[in-house]
């Protein structure tokens, strides 16, 4: 597992908890990106890289599916909630 080389960005505030929560269900990118292809969000292994590195804005379409996809709330998603 490669470590993040790059400080985290400000353009979401999901990225880091999409990262932790994948990690710890032990699913690689691919994995992740195939649970939210089947919801009809098109989004590729840059695009999730750039969502995690919250380098990228995230749509609400997309906040949902990842909220499905890594069976948490979106609340949790968006630190409003405790694990």
């Known amino acids: 597992m490669r470590l993040r080389s790059q400080e985290l960005g400000s353009r979401n505030i999901i ?3 999409v990262e932790q929560k ?3 269900l032990g699913l690689k ?8 292809q089947v919801k009809g969000i098109e989004l590729n292994s840059s695009g999730l890289s750039k969502l995690e ?6 749509s609400d379409y997309e906040l949902l599916a ?5 069976g948490v709330s979106v609340l949790w998603l968006l630190g409003l909630e405790d694990d």
């Open 53 to 58: 590195g919250q380098i990228r804005s995230v």
């Open 66 to 70: 990842l909220s499905e996809a890594l």
């Open 15 to 17: 990225g880091a908890r």
């Open 29 to 36: 990118q691919k994995d992740l990106l195939a649970r939210i």
């Open 22 to 24: 994948r990690k710890e």
